[in-house]
């Protein structure tokens, strides 16, 4: 796939394998979001390599122990949940201040992950950071995806004639996408 890692799918399928525009937009409306087939040629290869795997992990239990397992390791101290970022400040010794609403003075880290959508992290002031790494932030794309939690009484899915245990479901109504 480097070969083509330049190239987008849409290219790539006209392109290449020489589909037609009608051949190409029929198979992405069918099987992916639109405009999805502008994306890079290797990252929906691999994305499609993630997403058709049969072995899907997940937390036992709640996503919440993913923080708390990390601060049984780094401390609570170390680990802020649900603050709302504003500002992102390289300190003189290199470390990060974090400035948060609801805090008077910034909490400050040797190293900070910004586990947000670049749309976010675009928002905050940052730090001047080098050239390469804003070019980075600037080009990052930004799907508009949501993830919306229910609760049952029961488990009815696993309990119907065909099982379901988790996958994906693609339709043509405006859902589009389901992850389950």
Not at 55 to 61: E, Q, R, S, V, Y
Request: net charge neutral; glycine share 6%; proline share 4%.
């Amino acid at each position: 796939i480097i070969k083509y890692d330049n190239f987008s799918l849409y290219t790539y399928l006209s392109v290449v394998e020489g589909w037609s525009n009608e051949q190409i937009n029929y198979v992405e409306t069918m099987t992916s979001q639109t405009n999805q087939f502008q994306h890079s040629f290797t990252e929906l290869v691999i994305e499609n390599m993630d997403f058709s795997t049969e072995k899907w992990k997940t937390i036992a239990n709640g996503m919440e122990r993913l923080p708390n397992a990390c601060a049984g390791l780094i401390g609570w101290e170390n680990i802020t949940l649900g603050a709302s970022v504003r500002r992102l400040e390289t300190l003189e010794d290199g470390r990060i201040a974090v400035h948060h609403a609801g805090a008077d003075t910034p909490a400050v880290f040797d190293r900070v992950i910004a586990a947000v959508p670049p749309a976010v992290l675009r928002m905050w002031e940052t730090p001047q950071w080098s050239v390469t790494k804003m070019q980075a932030i600037r080009s990052m794309h930004y799907e508009p995806l949501y993830k919306i939690g229910m609760r049952f009484k029961s488990r009815f899915w696993e309990k119907v004639a065909r099982p379901a245990r988790g996958g994906q479901t693609i339709t043509d109504l405006p859902t589009r996408w389901c992850v389950y």
